[in-house]
């Protein structure tokens, strides 16, 4: 039999424990164990280790990698057994596994024949003993089959000698004979991943290298110092104890920026800002009084941060009545044609508190009912470049402030405002903080400084020398008078239509409405303005490369504007002012608009700069009702048709946009005003046509190299 199994092994040890049977009986138990083993010799043949012999009964002198010790302690009780005495009658020896068979071992018949004789008289006595045993019970025995061939040969295993202690207990401890029952368990080697890996590494070199501690594979096995009642729970237990003696590493600093600290000029803002719009009404006059104060006084930041804006208080200037005087005067003497003059009246400088300008009044440049705009001239503007130079080694560069600042000329102009209103200069500004650094920010004109006193208000801003595009139209129209011509050449109206489509398209896009567009409220802005005199050297590019940027127009007069993010987005004006054709269908038929009056003004430009004279327009036939509105209301074209050699397609696309801009959105987000893709559109097409056809004929350059020298003069009147 083999060890394989713990049912083998248990079976040993019931061997081992149990008392020496007869000779008879462990003949018996000796043929059986012959005929289960040739049975047992095919099944056993897939668990074969080196702790198993071939022979059955016996343990073999091999040994098995994990057996050692078992197979060690059966030597030894082999040891034992050779030590004892043996029987020389029968030629059987003392042994706990073997016993002795004569016909297996090749005896001859007449050496064991007396034996044989003696061993079946012992047997038939001890039957009849048994069967009289049984009589007297009233039992019988069965008859055996007394076959001689099939009688097994005698065997005899001697007496114990005496003083021999029978063993009572297992062979072995039952916990530490478990390690070693088959099947054996393959050893794994297993390398543990730590998070003080770095840290072990610098006092054992080989750490990582080493396997899990297991029997006879292990390098160094880790054993827990006496005394030591707490489990450890890691192997890296030493690894952590010098990782806590080790000196810990310091966070890295942490660094609190301190609040800044605001000028005493600047307001600090309110805890409860009030955040949506301002204005809530569904309908409303966005030029009303009431309404720009509200705004002005609920926005924020608050106007009073703004860059350039001061509030004087309760003090009065007192300053425009002198102001008027003198320019009516000045404008008397130069249309005298006598220039000499009996009495020199000296111009009126003007200096308000917290600015660092003095300003001369030089002329008016343009009359208005309530606010007449003048030109002005910076006294210091010789000596500021050198005051600014000696400051600059101890002054804080800021941004915004200083060479970082805009650049401001030494010729500006200055709009005076009866009652006085810091509207204007809220929209400029707001405008050029939305629109940050881009080209259509170069489009609007720039507000530096905003002085409200109690009885006037002094708005101080860029001035261009080169006129608006009335002024244009009108030169233009006066120099073909003669010959019979119209206004502007189609290609130079398209190059300013386009300028204003770009410039209007981002303003719409920032929820900023002009709302008084006309030819007079757009300057031009030619390139000649610029520091480097910059000329244009190649054909006209929309994106503004080659100089192009720096010619275009730029828009004014903001008196009107309307900021719609103080509004709910679904709000509509009523205009309750006396209209005049110049306004839009909308306001002129006392219907709802928003902003349809930029779109009007847009086309009432490019009409005038066209056919040199203002827009009439008329209802298609067939079209809404007189107060119809949206898809099915009135649609509005020109009155005058195109001329045939002009761009037919691409002008009526425009007027029809710009006309019936309320049923053209259609696309448009949210289905609604504002139509910036229509803009986009016309704008794109138009920019399509010049690429390719602005230097036939004269040529779009050629064009403004003559509007340069035809307004140049105006420019330079002083």
């Given amino acids: ?35 289960e083993d040739d049975d047992d010799d095919d ?18 002198g091999a040994t098995s990698e994990y057996g050692d010790e078992t197979q060690g302690d059966l030597a030894a009780a082999k040891g034992k057994q050779d030590e004892q005495p043996q029987d020389t009658s029968n030629n059987t020896g003392w042994s706990e596994f073997t016993i002795t068979r004569r016909e297996a071992d090749g005896v001859e018949e007449d050496e064991t024949a007396d034996e044989s004789e003696h061993s079946e008289r012992e047997e038939r006595e001890d039957t009849e003993a048994q069967d009289e045993d049984l009589a007297e019970e009233g039992l019988t025995t069965p008859e055996v ?3 001689e061939n099939q009688r097994q040969a005698p065997h005899h295993i001697p007496m114990p000698p005496s003083g021999y202690n029978v063993p009572t207990r297992p062979y072995r401890d039952a ?9 054996f ?25 080493a396997k899990t501690p297991c029997p006879k594979t292990s390098q160094k096995t880790p054993t827990i110092p006496e005394g030591d009642d707490e489990l450890w729970s890691s192997p890296f237990q030493e690894a952590i ?38 204005i809530l009404d569904a309908q409303c006059n966005p030029m009303e009084e009431s309404i720009h104060a509200t705004i002005l006084k609920e926005i924020h930041p608050p106007l009073t941060t703004y860059d350039g804006y001061f509030d004087h208080g309760d003090e009065s200037f007192g300053r425009k009545p ?9 404008a008397k003497g130069r249309s005298n044609s006598d220039k000499t003059m009996s009495t020199v009246v000296m111009p009126p400088i003007l200096k308000f508190p917290g600015s660092d300008r003095t300003y001369a009044i030089k002329r008016e440049l343009g009359a208005g009912a309530y606010a007449p705009v003048y030109l002005i001239e910076h006294l210091d503007s010789s000596t500021a470049s050198s005051t600014n130079d000696s400051d600059q080694a101890i002054a804080v560069s800021q941004m915004g402030k200083g060479s970082f600042g805009i650049a401001r000329r030494p010729v500006e102009a200055l709009k005076t405002e009866e009652p006085p209103s810091a509207w204007e200069f809220y929209i400029l500004s707001t405008v050029h903080r939305r629109l940050g650094v881009s080209r259509a920010a170069a489009s609007i004109i720039r507000a530096y400084e905003m002085h409200i006193y109690t009885d006037e208000g002094y708005l101080v801003e860029e001035y261009l020398e080169h006129g608006t595009l009335l002024d244009l139209v009108n030169t233009v129209v006066a120099q073909n008078a003669a010959s019979g011509g119209g206004a502007l050449d189609e290609t130079l109206a398209m190059f300013f239509v386009v300028e204003l489509l770009r410039t209007v398209e981002a303003l719409h896009a920032k929820g900023i409405i002009h709302g008084d567009l006309k030819a007079d409220n757009v300057m031009l802005r030619l390139n000649n303005n610029s520091t480097d005199e910059a000329e244009l050297t190649a054909p006209y590019t929309p994106t503004g490369a080659n100089n192009w940027c720096t010619t275009g127009i730029s828009l004014i007069d903001f008196g009107r504007g309307i900021d719609m993010r103080a509004f709910t987005p679904a709000v509509q004006f009523i205009a309750d002012w006396a209209t005049t054709s110049t306004d839009c269908a909308e306001m002129r038929e006392l219907r709802p608009w928003t902003y349809q009056a930029d779109y009007h003004g847009i086309a009432a430009i490019a009409h005038t700069l066209l056919f040199g004279k203002y827009i009439d327009t008329v209802v298609e036939k067939g079209t809404g009702n007189a107060l119809g509105g949206g898809s099915g209301g009135k649609r509005y074209k020109l009155k005058e048709g195109l001329k045939r050699w002009w761009q037919g397609e691409i002008w009526t696309e425009f007027f029809e946009v710009m006309l019936n801009s309320g049923q ?8 609604r005003l504002p139509v910036l893709k229509g803009m986009r559109r016309c704008r794109e097409g138009m920019e399509a046509w010049l690429v390719e056809n602005g230097e036939r004929g004269v040529g779009l350059r050629g064009m403004l190299r003559r509007v340069e020298g035809s307004v140049g003069e105006r420019g330079r009147r002083k």
Avoid: W
């Avoid at 049912?7 to 061997?15: K, L, N, R, S, V």
């Avoid at 099944?43 to 073999?60: K, M, N, P, Q, V």
């Avoid at 002198?322 to 320019?327: A, F, T, V």
């Fill in 664 to 671: 053209n959105t259609v696309g448009e987000e949210g289905g």
């Fill in 241 to 278: 104890e010098q990782a806590k003696e080790m000196p810990k590493i310091p966070p890295p600093p942490t660094f609190t920026n301190p609040k800044p600290r605001l000028p005493a000029t600047v307001a600090k803002p309110a805890d409860n800002v009030k955040k949506g719009p301002i």
């Fill in 145 to 147: 089959n007394t076959n």
């Fill in 322 to 330: 002198e102001i008027k005087k003198y320019c009516k005067a000045n």
């Fill in 175 to 183: 916990q530490q004979a478990a390690y070693n029952r088959l099947p």
């Fill in 1 to 35: 039999m083999t060890i394989h199994t713990k049912a083998a092994t248990d079976e040993i040890y019931e061997i081992f424990n149990a008392p020496l049977a007869s000779a008879e009986q462990q003949t018996d138990e000796q043929s059986s164990e012959e005929s």
């Fill in 43 to 60: 099944d056993d043949d897939d668990y074969t280790s080196g702790g198993e012999s071939t022979c059955t009964g016996r343990i073999s």
């Fill in 185 to 209: 368990m393959t050893p794994i080697v297993e390398k543990t991943e730590s998070s003080i890996g770095t840290i072990a590494s610098r006092h054992e070199k080989d750490y990582f290298s």
